[in-house]
């Protein structure tokens, strides 16, 4: 069973700074995602990555996958990103219809 | 952009009752799948369904839960004795299939299940 750590739980920041969250895994993985959800509750698909790096807009989305170890960053963050970040994984071995295992996500906040 | 749609967005129901939980995937998605996140606590993988059929389940999965497709767009979720413990906010997700690489899952904005 796959166990998957994000750090920190909680960060508060102030707008503009550069915001790192972090996700480490103990078992390989075939994809790994980085989900945003909402004070709402809805989630949001932002990467989903099984190498490299990805880049949207302010957001990049890195993976070490020897090290089992991705990484979110946020440049310029802004008061509209508040809101948890949540990392899942898809372990190997159950085919494509694996669900997926998640982090307990990190709640960011950033103030104006 | 295509989405993921759940209804009722929020559902009451007495403890003991019947309730079920509907979604309608993105239409040419093959995969798909119920997740819930009880209130404070991390998402947590219940079942995927692939070609008519269960294709993983989680041990939260019990006999009292069950999922259908019965039509070509429509994938429901069956609590069928709800139990206090059952409170929280579901989610549906579709995938578009195995064979173009790795696919990205899209959620749906969750159903909050609330039992008194």
């Known amino acids: 069973k796959n166990e998957v750590e994000q750090s920190p739980q909680n960060l508060t920041a102030q707008e503009g700074e550069f915001i790192t969250i972090n996700c480490s895994y103990s078992?390989?993985?075939?994809?790994l995602h980085w989900l945003q959800q909402h004070p709402g509750g809805g989630i949001v698909s932002l990467f989903m990555?099984?190498?490299?790096?990805k880049k949207h807009g302010r957001l990049i989305a890195t993976i070490n996958i020897q090290e089992k170890h991705s990484s979110l960053h946020i440049t310029a963050s802004h008061p509209r990103d508040s809101a948890v970040y949540i990392c899942?994984?898809?372990?190997w071995g159950g085919g494509g219809a694996d669900g997926l295992t998640f982090g307990k996500g990190t709640h960011l906040i950033i103030q104006p | 952009e295509p989405e993921v749609t759940q209804t009722p967005s929020h559902q009451v129901t007495q403890m003991g009752q019947e309730v079920i939980l509907r979604c309608v995937p993105i239409s040419n998605h093959l995969y798909f799948y119920w997740y819930r996140q009880i209130l404070g606590q991390k998402v947590e993988f219940l079942v995927s369904?692939?070609?008519?059929?269960?294709?993983?389940k989680s041990e939260i999965f019990d006999d009292q839960f069950s999922v259908e497709r019965p039509d070509g767009s429509n994938f429901t979720l069956k609590i069928r004795s709800t139990k206090l413990e059952d409170s929280a906010m579901y989610f549906c997700?579709?995938?578009?299939?195995?064979?173009?690489?790795?696919?990205?899952?899209?959620f749906g904005d969750g159903t909050r299940l609330s039992i008194l």
């Open positions: 369904f692939y070609n008519n059929e269960i294709s993983e």
């Open positions: 997700a579709s995938k578009l299939g195995r064979g173009m690489g790795n696919q990205p899952q899209h």
């Open positions: 078992v390989g993985i075939s994809a």
């Open positions: 899942a994984v898809r372990s």
């Open positions: 990555l099984s190498s490299g790096k």
